[in-house]
């Protein structure tokens, strides 16, 4: 059985979106997340920044 560790949830407003490419032209997504007085850096690849809007 396999069980995927990195899965977190988050709830806030998402400001500095940028959608980029990697040198390589792997997509990539960086964002942060204003979590009540918190920002949260986020950075995702691949399919998952392609499946972002």
Do not use: W
Not at 4 to 30: E, W
């Amino acid at each position: 059985m396999s069980y995927d560790i990195n899965n977190c949830k988050f709830s806030g407003a998402v400001i500095n979106f940028r959608k980029i490419q990697t040198k390589t032209g792997t997509p990539m997504v960086v964002f942060q997340l204003q979590c009540y007085r918190e920002r949260v850096d986020i950075i995702a690849f691949k399919d998952l920044a392609t499946q972002t809007t």
